[in-house]
Protein backbone atom coordinates (compact mmCIF):
# COMPACT_ATOMS: atom_id res chain seq x y z
CA UNK A 1 0.00 0.00 0.00
CA UNK A 2 1.56 3.73 -1.03
CA UNK A 3 1.67 6.64 1.34
CA UNK A 4 1.01 10.01 0.38
CA UNK A 5 3.91 12.27 0.35
CA UNK A 6 4.11 14.61 2.99
CA UNK A 7 3.39 17.77 1.63
CA UNK A 8 0.23 16.00 0.13
CA UNK A 9 -1.10 14.85 3.24
CA UNK A 10 -0.13 18.36 4.82
CA UNK A 11 -2.19 20.21 2.28
CA UNK A 12 -4.93 17.51 3.03
CA UNK A 13 -5.22 18.59 6.54
CA UNK A 14 -5.15 22.32 5.92
CA UNK A 15 -8.19 21.92 3.17
CA UNK A 16 -10.11 19.42 6.32
CA UNK A 17 -9.34 22.17 8.90
CA UNK A 18 -10.47 24.97 6.69
CA UNK A 19 -13.73 22.82 5.72
CA UNK A 20 -14.46 22.63 9.36
CA UNK A 21 -13.86 25.98 10.16
CA UNK A 22 -16.01 27.03 7.16
CA UNK A 23 -18.59 24.74 8.33
CA UNK A 24 -18.51 26.81 11.93
CA UNK A 25 -18.86 30.07 10.46
CA UNK A 26 -22.08 28.90 8.55
CA UNK A 27 -23.84 27.75 11.71
CA UNK A 28 -22.43 30.40 13.20
CA UNK A 29 -23.98 32.85 10.37
CA UNK A 30 -27.47 31.12 10.50
CA UNK A 31 -27.90 30.81 14.85
CA UNK A 32 -27.23 34.84 14.06
CA UNK A 33 -30.24 35.17 11.37
CA UNK A 34 -32.05 32.75 13.92
CA UNK A 35 -31.75 35.30 16.65
CA UNK A 36 -32.93 38.12 15.06
CA UNK A 37 -35.33 35.91 12.84
CA UNK A 38 -38.88 37.74 15.11
CA UNK A 39 -37.60 41.11 14.26
CA UNK A 40 -36.77 40.87 11.08
CA UNK A 41 -40.05 38.65 10.21
CA UNK A 42 -41.74 41.55 12.24
CA UNK A 43 -40.44 44.20 9.87
CA UNK A 44 -40.90 42.11 7.01
CA UNK A 45 -44.65 41.31 7.62
CA UNK A 46 -45.39 45.12 8.33
CA UNK A 47 -49.00 45.96 8.61
CA UNK A 48 -49.88 42.57 8.85
CA UNK A 49 -48.24 42.50 12.58
CA UNK A 50 -50.93 44.06 14.04
CA UNK A 51 -53.53 41.78 12.47
CA UNK A 52 -51.46 39.31 13.81
CA UNK A 53 -51.35 40.55 17.14
CA UNK A 54 -55.05 41.17 17.56
CA UNK A 55 -55.85 37.72 16.08
CA UNK A 56 -53.86 36.04 19.01
CA UNK A 57 -55.80 38.88 21.38
CA UNK A 58 -59.14 37.30 20.28
CA UNK A 59 -57.98 33.89 20.42
CA UNK A 60 -56.37 34.00 23.65
CA UNK A 61 -58.33 36.74 25.28
CA UNK A 62 -55.36 39.18 26.16
CA UNK A 63 -52.38 40.31 24.53
CA UNK A 64 -49.49 37.33 23.68
CA UNK A 65 -47.00 39.79 25.53
CA UNK A 66 -49.34 39.93 28.31
CA UNK A 67 -49.91 36.23 28.51
CA UNK A 68 -46.00 35.76 27.97
CA UNK A 69 -44.92 37.74 31.19
CA UNK A 70 -46.51 35.05 33.60
CA UNK A 71 -45.09 32.39 31.59
CA UNK A 72 -41.94 30.81 34.27
CA UNK A 73 -38.79 31.03 32.24
CA UNK A 74 -35.55 30.33 32.98
CA UNK A 75 -33.87 32.52 30.66
CA UNK A 76 -29.96 33.97 30.15
CA UNK A 77 -28.52 37.37 29.42
CA UNK A 78 -29.60 36.66 25.51
CA UNK A 79 -32.63 36.31 26.18
CA UNK A 80 -32.72 32.65 25.61
CA UNK A 81 -32.70 29.22 28.06
CA UNK A 82 -29.51 26.79 28.36
CA UNK A 83 -31.49 24.58 25.62
CA UNK A 84 -31.74 27.61 22.95
CA UNK A 85 -35.49 28.39 23.50
CA UNK A 86 -36.35 31.70 22.45
CA UNK A 87 -39.95 32.75 23.88
CA UNK A 88 -40.33 35.16 21.14
CA UNK A 89 -40.02 33.20 17.94
CA UNK A 90 -43.47 31.18 19.56
CA UNK A 91 -45.31 33.92 19.04
CA UNK A 92 -46.09 33.30 15.12
CA UNK A 93 -46.24 29.39 16.21
CA UNK A 94 -49.19 30.13 18.72
CA UNK A 95 -50.62 31.79 16.39
CA UNK A 96 -51.04 28.71 14.08
CA UNK A 97 -51.73 26.52 17.13
CA UNK A 98 -54.20 28.40 18.40
CA UNK A 99 -56.12 28.70 15.51
CA UNK A 100 -56.21 24.88 15.65
CA UNK A 101 -57.08 24.42 19.19
CA UNK A 102 -59.75 27.05 19.32
CA UNK A 103 -61.36 27.18 16.11
CA UNK A 104 -60.24 23.87 13.91
CA UNK A 105 -60.80 21.47 16.61
CA UNK A 106 -62.58 23.42 19.70
CA UNK A 107 -60.72 21.26 22.29
CA UNK A 108 -63.02 21.18 25.32
CA UNK A 109 -60.14 21.00 28.50
CA UNK A 110 -60.99 19.56 31.63
CA UNK A 111 -59.20 19.38 34.93
CA UNK A 112 -56.04 21.92 33.73
CA UNK A 113 -56.29 23.12 37.18
CA UNK A 114 -54.68 20.03 38.62
CA UNK A 115 -51.55 20.74 37.25
CA UNK A 116 -48.95 21.09 39.95
CA UNK A 117 -46.88 24.71 40.36
CA UNK A 118 -43.08 23.62 39.00
CA UNK A 119 -42.01 20.67 37.44
CA UNK A 120 -44.24 17.90 36.20
CA UNK A 121 -44.68 15.33 33.69
CA UNK A 122 -47.39 14.78 31.24
CA UNK A 123 -47.78 11.28 29.75
CA UNK A 124 -50.69 11.36 27.60
CA UNK A 125 -52.32 8.67 25.16
CA UNK A 126 -50.62 8.98 21.50
CA UNK A 127 -52.95 8.80 18.44
CA UNK A 128 -53.84 10.19 15.11
CA UNK A 129 -51.82 9.17 12.66
CA UNK A 130 -49.82 12.55 12.69
CA UNK A 131 -49.09 14.21 16.39
CA UNK A 132 -51.52 16.50 16.33
CA UNK A 133 -52.64 16.13 20.11
CA UNK A 134 -48.49 17.43 21.10
CA UNK A 135 -49.18 20.51 19.43
CA UNK A 136 -52.86 20.98 21.20
CA UNK A 137 -51.70 19.56 24.96
CA UNK A 138 -49.10 22.40 24.31
CA UNK A 139 -51.75 25.10 23.45
CA UNK A 140 -53.78 23.74 26.37
CA UNK A 141 -50.88 24.28 28.39
CA UNK A 142 -50.16 27.97 27.41
CA UNK A 143 -53.97 28.91 26.09
CA UNK A 144 -56.03 27.52 29.33
CA UNK A 145 -53.80 26.87 32.23
CA UNK A 146 -52.76 29.63 35.01
CA UNK A 147 -49.84 30.80 35.39
CA UNK A 148 -49.78 29.68 31.40
CA UNK A 149 -46.67 27.51 30.44
CA UNK A 150 -44.39 26.71 28.13
CA UNK A 151 -44.99 23.08 27.58
CA UNK A 152 -41.30 20.83 26.38
CA UNK A 153 -41.34 17.81 24.58
CA UNK A 154 -38.39 15.12 23.32
CA UNK A 155 -37.84 15.28 19.50
CA UNK A 156 -36.12 12.57 17.33
CA UNK A 157 -32.01 12.25 17.88
CA UNK A 158 -32.60 12.18 13.83
CA UNK A 159 -33.79 15.82 13.88
CA UNK A 160 -30.13 17.05 14.90
CA UNK A 161 -29.68 16.42 11.50
CA UNK A 162 -31.84 18.73 9.75
CA UNK A 163 -30.06 21.81 10.07
CA UNK A 164 -32.42 24.64 10.17
CA UNK A 165 -35.30 22.08 11.16
CA UNK A 166 -33.45 21.67 14.22
CA UNK A 167 -32.50 25.21 14.97
CA UNK A 168 -36.94 25.62 14.77
CA UNK A 169 -37.05 22.94 16.99
CA UNK A 170 -34.70 24.71 19.27
CA UNK A 171 -36.04 27.99 19.15
CA UNK A 172 -39.33 26.94 19.70
CA UNK A 173 -38.53 24.45 23.10
CA UNK A 174 -37.98 21.37 21.60
CA UNK A 175 -35.10 18.86 23.19
CA UNK A 176 -33.24 15.92 22.09
CA UNK A 177 -34.60 13.09 23.52
CA UNK A 178 -31.88 12.11 25.63
CA UNK A 179 -32.42 11.10 29.39
CA UNK A 180 -29.81 14.03 30.06
CA UNK A 181 -32.04 16.58 28.91
CA UNK A 182 -35.08 15.49 30.15
CA UNK A 183 -33.40 15.21 33.76
CA UNK A 184 -32.40 18.88 33.35
CA UNK A 185 -35.57 20.39 31.57
CA UNK A 186 -36.83 18.96 34.89
CA UNK A 187 -35.00 20.04 37.59
CA UNK A 188 -34.94 23.86 35.73
CA UNK A 189 -38.62 23.34 37.04
CA UNK A 190 -40.22 22.69 33.21
CA UNK A 191 -43.82 20.94 32.45
CA UNK A 192 -42.60 17.64 30.38
CA UNK A 193 -44.51 15.66 27.73
CA UNK A 194 -43.96 12.39 27.37
CA UNK A 195 -46.25 9.90 25.35
CA UNK A 196 -44.76 6.42 26.51
CA UNK A 197 -46.29 4.09 23.55
CA UNK A 198 -43.90 6.14 21.48
CA UNK A 199 -44.97 5.42 17.38
CA UNK A 200 -47.44 2.21 18.62
CA UNK A 201 -49.52 4.82 19.42
CA UNK A 202 -50.01 7.19 16.70
CA UNK A 203 -49.52 4.58 14.27
CA UNK A 204 -52.93 2.41 15.57
CA UNK A 205 -55.51 1.39 13.33
CA UNK A 206 -59.03 2.50 13.50
CA UNK A 207 -60.31 -0.78 15.22
CA UNK A 208 -58.03 -0.59 17.54
CA UNK A 209 -59.22 3.29 18.73
CA UNK A 210 -58.22 4.69 22.46
CA UNK A 211 -56.69 0.82 23.32
CA UNK A 212 -53.36 1.90 24.83
CA UNK A 213 -50.75 -0.06 23.33
CA UNK A 214 -47.36 -0.73 26.13
CA UNK A 215 -45.86 1.86 27.94
CA UNK A 216 -42.28 2.38 27.88
CA UNK A 217 -40.67 2.22 31.50
CA UNK A 218 -38.33 4.80 30.93
CA UNK A 219 -40.61 8.15 31.92
CA UNK A 220 -41.34 6.30 35.86
CA UNK A 221 -37.47 5.89 36.58
CA UNK A 222 -37.11 9.57 35.39
CA UNK A 223 -39.94 10.98 37.60
CA UNK A 224 -38.39 8.57 40.40
CA UNK A 225 -35.55 9.48 39.98
CA UNK A 226 -35.90 13.55 39.63
CA UNK A 227 -39.08 13.44 42.75
CA UNK A 228 -41.46 14.96 39.67
CA UNK A 229 -45.28 14.60 40.32
CA UNK A 230 -46.94 12.25 37.11
CA UNK A 231 -50.04 14.50 35.75
CA UNK A 232 -52.11 11.58 33.44
CA UNK A 233 -53.50 12.90 30.21
CA UNK A 234 -56.27 11.39 27.99
CA UNK A 235 -57.08 12.93 24.69
CA UNK A 236 -60.22 12.23 22.69
CA UNK A 237 -60.65 13.00 19.34
CA UNK A 238 -57.38 12.46 17.58
CA UNK A 239 -58.19 9.06 16.62
CA UNK A 240 -60.77 9.92 14.17
CA UNK A 241 -58.76 12.89 12.38
CA UNK A 242 -57.50 10.39 10.23
CA UNK A 243 -58.82 7.14 9.75
CA UNK A 244 -56.08 4.51 9.48
CA UNK A 245 -57.99 1.19 7.90
CA UNK A 246 -54.05 -0.98 8.30
CA UNK A 247 -50.82 -0.85 8.23
CA UNK A 248 -48.81 -2.38 5.89
CA UNK A 249 -45.16 -3.50 7.39
CA UNK A 250 -43.20 -4.56 4.24
CA UNK A 251 -43.41 -0.83 2.86
CA UNK A 252 -42.98 0.08 6.75
CA UNK A 253 -39.86 -1.80 7.09
CA UNK A 254 -38.45 -0.89 3.29
CA UNK A 255 -38.84 2.70 3.89
CA UNK A 256 -37.38 2.37 7.86
CA UNK A 257 -40.74 4.20 8.88
CA UNK A 258 -42.57 2.52 12.69
CA UNK A 259 -45.04 2.24 10.77
CA UNK A 260 -47.05 2.36 6.94
CA UNK A 261 -50.67 3.28 7.37
CA UNK A 262 -53.23 2.62 5.02
CA UNK A 263 -55.78 5.81 5.15
CA UNK A 264 -58.42 5.87 2.23
CA UNK A 265 -59.50 9.60 3.16
CA UNK A 266 -56.09 10.79 1.35
CA UNK A 267 -57.58 9.85 -1.67
CA UNK A 268 -60.71 12.13 -1.42
CA UNK A 269 -59.47 15.46 -2.66
CA UNK A 270 -59.40 17.89 0.55
CA UNK A 271 -58.72 14.36 2.16
CA UNK A 272 -55.36 15.37 3.31
CA UNK A 273 -55.92 17.48 5.59
CA UNK A 274 -56.95 16.00 9.01
CA UNK A 275 -60.83 15.79 9.97
CA UNK A 276 -62.32 18.29 11.89
CA UNK A 277 -63.27 16.48 14.99
CA UNK A 278 -63.84 18.12 18.42
CA UNK A 279 -60.94 17.41 20.98
CA UNK A 280 -61.65 16.60 24.45
CA UNK A 281 -58.59 17.00 27.16
CA UNK A 282 -58.51 15.61 30.36
CA UNK A 283 -55.80 16.51 32.75
CA UNK A 284 -56.03 13.40 35.62
CA UNK A 285 -54.88 14.52 39.61
CA UNK A 286 -50.86 14.63 39.98
CA UNK A 287 -49.67 10.77 41.11
CA UNK A 288 -46.17 10.50 42.69
CA UNK A 289 -44.18 7.55 42.89
CA UNK A 290 -41.33 6.73 45.32
CA UNK A 291 -38.68 4.01 45.38
CA UNK A 292 -35.18 3.40 43.33
CA UNK A 293 -35.32 4.18 39.92
CA UNK A 294 -32.85 1.35 38.58
CA UNK A 295 -35.13 -1.13 40.30
CA UNK A 296 -35.83 -4.48 38.19
CA UNK A 297 -38.10 -3.56 35.15
CA UNK A 298 -41.03 -6.25 36.95
CA UNK A 299 -40.72 -3.23 39.47
CA UNK A 300 -41.54 -0.23 37.63
CA UNK A 301 -43.40 -2.24 35.40
CA UNK A 302 -46.22 -1.86 38.32
CA UNK A 303 -46.10 1.52 38.71
CA UNK A 304 -46.48 2.27 34.91
CA UNK A 305 -49.24 0.15 34.91
CA UNK A 306 -51.11 2.15 37.22
CA UNK A 307 -50.53 5.09 35.36
CA UNK A 308 -51.81 3.47 32.33
CA UNK A 309 -54.79 2.22 33.67
CA UNK A 310 -55.65 5.39 34.66
CA UNK A 311 -55.22 7.06 31.78
CA UNK A 312 -57.38 4.10 29.84
CA UNK A 313 -60.01 4.41 32.59
CA UNK A 314 -60.02 9.01 31.49
CA UNK A 315 -60.34 7.31 27.85
CA UNK A 316 -63.18 5.44 28.82
CA UNK A 317 -65.17 7.69 30.80
CA UNK A 318 -64.42 10.65 27.93
CA UNK A 319 -65.79 8.37 25.10
CA UNK A 320 -69.05 7.46 27.43
CA UNK A 321 -69.29 11.33 27.70
CA UNK A 322 -68.95 12.34 23.90
CA UNK A 323 -72.28 12.68 21.99
CA UNK A 324 -70.76 12.90 18.72
CA UNK A 325 -67.45 12.86 17.32
CA UNK A 326 -67.84 16.26 15.87
CA UNK A 327 -69.16 18.64 17.90
Known amino acids: ?34 RGAPALLSRLLGGAEAAIDESLER ?4 SFERRLSRVPLALGPAGVDPFGFDPHWTKYVVLSVATLHRKYFRTEVHGIENLPNGRVLLIANHSGQVPIDGLLIAAAMFMDAEPPRFVRAMVEKWAVSLP ?14 VPENATRLLTQGEPLLVFPEGARGIAKTFDNRYKLTDFGLGFMRLAIETDTPIVPVAVVGGEEQYISVANVDALAKLLRMPAFPVIPQLLIPGGQLPLPTKYRMYFGEPMRFTGDP ?24 GLRERKHIFW
Open 59 to 62: LLGE
Open 294 to 317: DDDDAVIEEKVWLVRQTIQSMLNR
Open 1 to 34: MSLAPPSVVSTRRRRATGSLHDASRALARIDAAA
Open 164 to 177: FVSLFFTRVGQVVG
